[in-house]
Protein backbone atom coordinates (compact mmCIF):
# COMPACT_ATOMS: atom_id res chain seq x y z
CA UNK A 1 0.00 0.00 0.00
CA UNK A 2 1.36 3.39 -1.20
CA UNK A 3 0.39 6.41 1.16
CA UNK A 4 0.89 9.67 0.00
CA UNK A 5 1.54 12.47 3.11
CA UNK A 6 1.06 15.86 2.01
CA UNK A 7 2.53 19.12 4.78
CA UNK A 8 3.09 22.79 3.96
CA UNK A 9 -0.10 24.61 3.58
CA UNK A 10 -1.66 27.37 5.52
CA UNK A 11 -2.82 31.11 4.83
CA UNK A 12 -0.24 33.53 2.86
CA UNK A 13 -0.56 36.87 1.36
CA UNK A 14 -0.98 37.85 -1.78
CA UNK A 15 2.69 37.66 -3.80
CA UNK A 16 3.95 35.46 -0.76
CA UNK A 17 5.41 31.71 -0.85
CA UNK A 18 4.88 28.26 0.37
CA UNK A 19 6.56 25.31 -0.13
CA UNK A 20 4.65 21.87 -0.13
CA UNK A 21 5.69 18.53 0.50
CA UNK A 22 4.59 15.15 -0.24
CA UNK A 23 6.26 12.01 1.55
CA UNK A 24 5.88 8.66 -0.17
CA UNK A 25 5.82 6.02 2.44
CA UNK A 26 7.87 2.72 2.29
CA UNK A 27 11.51 2.05 -0.10
CA UNK A 28 9.62 2.31 -3.24
CA UNK A 29 10.24 4.69 -6.44
CA UNK A 30 7.56 6.32 -7.71
CA UNK A 31 8.16 7.31 -11.35
CA UNK A 32 5.53 9.83 -12.09
CA UNK A 33 4.15 12.21 -9.63
CA UNK A 34 2.16 15.11 -9.70
CA UNK A 35 0.18 18.24 -7.73
CA UNK A 36 -3.73 18.97 -8.52
CA UNK A 37 -5.66 21.27 -6.63
CA UNK A 38 -9.48 21.85 -6.08
CA UNK A 39 -10.94 24.97 -5.47
CA UNK A 40 -14.50 25.60 -3.73
CA UNK A 41 -17.11 24.35 -6.57
CA UNK A 42 -14.17 23.75 -8.90
CA UNK A 43 -12.97 20.59 -10.69
CA UNK A 44 -9.63 19.07 -9.98
CA UNK A 45 -7.15 20.05 -11.98
CA UNK A 46 -3.22 19.39 -12.76
CA UNK A 47 -0.82 21.74 -11.05
CA UNK A 48 2.76 20.33 -11.87
CA UNK A 49 3.75 16.96 -12.68
CA UNK A 50 7.69 15.19 -12.30
CA UNK A 51 8.71 12.07 -13.86
CA UNK A 52 11.82 9.79 -12.07
CA UNK A 53 14.11 11.89 -15.01
CA UNK A 54 12.91 15.33 -13.38
CA UNK A 55 11.18 16.07 -16.04
CA UNK A 56 8.38 18.54 -15.58
CA UNK A 57 5.10 20.28 -17.06
CA UNK A 58 3.02 23.18 -15.42
CA UNK A 59 -0.38 24.51 -15.59
CA UNK A 60 -0.40 27.58 -17.62
CA UNK A 61 -1.51 29.59 -14.58
CA UNK A 62 1.19 28.84 -12.54
CA UNK A 63 4.73 28.49 -15.11
CA UNK A 64 7.05 31.07 -13.78
CA UNK A 65 5.35 30.94 -10.34
CA UNK A 66 5.74 27.45 -9.17
CA UNK A 67 8.54 24.77 -9.66
CA UNK A 68 8.31 21.49 -9.06
CA UNK A 69 11.22 19.22 -7.66
CA UNK A 70 11.71 15.62 -6.31
CA UNK A 71 14.20 14.10 -3.61
CA UNK A 72 14.70 10.49 -4.72
CA UNK A 73 16.74 9.77 -1.66
CA UNK A 74 13.90 11.27 0.99
CA UNK A 75 10.47 9.80 -1.51
CA UNK A 76 9.63 13.46 -1.30
CA UNK A 77 8.18 15.99 -4.14
CA UNK A 78 8.11 19.47 -3.51
CA UNK A 79 6.39 22.36 -4.98
CA UNK A 80 7.71 25.87 -4.21
CA UNK A 81 4.52 28.18 -5.00
CA UNK A 82 5.66 31.87 -5.33
CA UNK A 83 3.79 34.99 -6.03
CA UNK A 84 0.98 33.33 -4.66
CA UNK A 85 -2.75 34.83 -5.87
CA UNK A 86 -5.81 34.70 -4.37
CA UNK A 87 -7.07 32.61 -6.93
CA UNK A 88 -4.18 29.99 -6.12
CA UNK A 89 -6.72 29.35 -3.23
CA UNK A 90 -7.41 25.12 -2.79
CA UNK A 91 -6.73 22.23 -1.27
CA UNK A 92 -3.51 20.97 -3.03
CA UNK A 93 -3.40 16.68 -3.59
CA UNK A 94 -0.17 14.91 -4.18
CA UNK A 95 -0.79 12.09 -6.51
CA UNK A 96 1.65 9.26 -7.69
CA UNK A 97 1.35 6.65 -10.24
CA UNK A 98 2.37 3.39 -9.26
CA UNK A 99 2.29 -0.14 -11.45
CA UNK A 100 -0.66 1.54 -13.30
CA UNK A 101 -2.38 2.73 -10.24
CA UNK A 102 -2.89 6.61 -8.89
CA UNK A 103 -2.37 7.21 -5.31
CA UNK A 104 -3.71 10.52 -3.85
CA UNK A 105 -2.46 12.15 -0.22
CA UNK A 106 -5.31 13.44 1.78
CA UNK A 107 -4.64 17.25 0.63
CA UNK A 108 -3.61 20.47 2.37
CA UNK A 109 -5.25 24.03 2.11
CA UNK A 110 -3.72 26.51 0.42
CA UNK A 111 -5.75 29.92 1.49
CA UNK A 112 -4.19 33.07 0.00
CA UNK A 113 -6.07 35.80 1.21
CA UNK A 114 -4.97 39.45 2.83
Known amino acids: QVQLVESGGGLVQPGGSLRLSCAASGSIFINAMGWFRQAPGKQRELVAA???????NYADSVKGRFTISRDNAKNTVYLQMNSLKPEDTAVYYC?????????WGKGTLVTVSS
Open 50 to 56: INGGANT
Open 95 to 103: MGSYYGIDY
